[in-house]
């Protein structure tokens, strides 16, 4: 941030503005969608469960995937980070991810992001909202990386039947 500040008092010109890689971003959703049925198998035809616990290694958060809606060609998902035995403080907020599932494209795309919708792909800064410039890109990459914990050594999934109620 500094260096872009000081390159705007040296220069005399603003930096460049923000350009979208549409292209790196589908493939962040195309792959978050890949991730996402070897997570759970069956889960753009018909699922077992509507629930999965993934319990991250050496850590006491686990990651929480629920169905929220499903459709013939669209599921809705919800992802978020939950505290197994710790109290996080107020203004801590875990993250929750709401992710629609394209079955027909083979795509996954964030939503909204701690219950806001409707996040704008590019923002200019500073804006109302404080979004990055990037800040729809950058959901999708945390999304990402969430995903690549639950693949790591030692992760195993616990599910939810659609009958039990917890």
């Given at each position: 941030m500094f260096a872009a500040i000081e390159q705007v008092l040296h220069s005399g010109s603003p930096p460049a503005r923000y350009r979208v890689d549409l292209a790196a971003y589908m493939r962040t959703c195309d792959a978050n969608y890949r991730r996402l049925l070897r997570l759970i198998p069956g889960l753009e035809s018909n699922p077992e469960h509507d629930s999965w616990r993934f319990p991250l290694a050496d850590s006491r958060l686990q990651l929480v995937v629920r169905l929220k809606e499903e459709f013939t060609y669209t599921s809705t998902l919800e992802v978020s980070m939950e505290s197994a035995n710790m109290q996080w403080p107020d203004v801590v907020r875990l993250p929750v991810i709401?992710?629609?599932?394209?079955?027909?494209?083979?795509?996954?795309?964030?939503?909204?992001?701690?219950?806001?919708?409707?996040?704008?792909?590019?923002?200019?800064?500073?804006?109302?909202?404080?979004?990055?410039?990037d800040e729809k890109r950058q959901i999708n990459e945390l999304l990402a990386e969430c995903l690549r914990l639950c693949r790591a050594p030692g992760v195993s999934v616990l599910c939810s039947d659609r009958l039990c109620t917890d």
């Open positions: 709401e992710v629609r599932l394209y079955h027909d494209a083979c795509t996954a795309e964030p939503v909204s992001y701690q219950g806001r919708r409707r996040i704008p792909v590019r923002s200019e800064v500073p804006n109302r909202d404080m979004y990055h410039q």
